[in-house]
């Protein structure tokens, strides 16, 4: 089954064909690391791992990069508020960024560059496109000509008069063109700096992507991913100056771009207000339910936050893990007559890669998980399954859920403890003191437990 993604620069769903059969380069913008990632960043960096493994699921060979943006404007700014030093600051983030990636169950990229790692290959970068007049000194600063680049637009769909004219770039003095962008600053007071042929300075934001690329990848990739917002103009500059300094014509061969998440139906903006931290919706939500949820729509598609959609997500999540719990109890031995009941796993299967193969459709992957659900669920109605049989169709649904990067069986503590109350409950009710036994199934009530009598005994789901 081949993979089919839609690629942002042409606008079309594309047949996947790596530059190198079976394997797969990939780059995706990290976080720039002032202060923890929010909700929207979440559904990007989800995004990135939830492909990655999509990738390895159909057979590929995967390098994926994510890079930290440890010097910019934001990161400055933030560290001077705070009293850090600018190392510091990062330092902070890059652990609260693992933390928060941890809980979602986004796995470590092969390659964690940060900027500041590569300011002298930007450097080197820099004096190249000087060299080759793609690129102009300007006091202190270095400029991109975007006029030595005629595809300049192409990614984002925009005429280059039409950018200018409506004031989607910068104007300054110190441009040759308004549309002309930064890759060296100056330095300014109370700044980190580094040297460099034009002075003290740092890098501007859009030339570290290009640099890491060609360091780490070596220039030319398959993948390259990030939120919609980046397209322009980050995007559009890194493909130019990349472009410029290529042997082939091509720098990406697939722009993947994600859509943005709204709050209560409003645009995500942190200058308004209107936000969360993935750190503050951790702290109350399972991660694995708000992977899920960020799951639910697909990835080009906006996706609105509020409480009645995270309430749905939570209780569709609920349904699938009761699944899984319950195919968990069935594989205890039981000596029951059984009547014939087959689950068609590979048709299942097949069904799930087919979606996947759609541009990475995880809403209609985990459609399928629901249908699988039901149909299980109506064989352990019927107590029609073996213990072997729940054991295979037990691995199978925690094989599939975490190709998309979730666990169903991840609350072990919760597991533990109601076991614990169902053996205090049994011994309670064996030696006949029901109070202590319907105490017990009230506190499990609370806790959200609903319990059921079958012929192998009590069994316990989530509400």
Known sequence: MKLRIYNTETRHKEDFEPRVPGKVSMYMCGPTVYNRFHIGNARTFVLGDTIRRILKYFGYEVTYVQNFTDIEDKVVNRANELGMSMHELAQQEIRN??????????????????????????????MELISQGFAYVSGTDVFFD???????????NQNLEDLVMGSRVEITEH???????????G??????????????????????CSVMVREILGGHIDIHAGGMDLMFPHHENERAQSEVLSSE????KYWIHGAFLNINSEKMSKSAGVFFTANELLKSHDGNVLRFFLQSAHYRMPLNYDSDSLTSAEQ?????????????????????????????????????????????????AWAVLFDFAREVNTALANQALSSTQATDLLAFLERLSEVLGVSLGQDQTLNQEVEGLLAIRQAAREAKDYKAADEIRTRLTEMGIVLEDTPQGIRWKRQ
Do not use: C, M
């Not at 441009?175 to 600053?185: C, S």
């Not at 300014?188 to 570290?208: D, F, Q, T």
């Not at 014509?249 to 990406?252: D, F, N």
């Open 97 to 126: 960024y693992f933390e928060d990636a941890d809980a979602l169950n986004i796995k470590r990229a092969d390659y964690h560059p940060r900027v500041t790692e590569h300011v002298k290959d930007i450097v080197s970068y820099i």
């Open 146 to 156: 975007v006029r030595k680049y005629p595809s300049y637009g192409q990614l984002s």
């Open 175 to 185: 441009k040759h063109y308004p549309a002309d962008f930064v890759l060296w600053k």
């Open 187 to 208: 330095a300014k007071p109370n700044e980190p700096a580094w040297e460099s042929p034009w002075g003290l300075g740092r890098p501007g934001w859009h030339i570290e």
């Open 249 to 252: 014509e091509s720098y990406v």
């Open 316 to 364: 569709g999540f609920a349904r699938l893990k009761n699944t899984h719990l319950a195919l968990k109890q069935a594989t205890q031995p039981s000596n029951r007559a059984l009547d014939a009941f087959s689950i068609d796993q590979p048709a299942y299967e097949a069904r799930f890669k087919e979606s996947l193969a759609d541009d990475f459709n995880t809403a209609d």
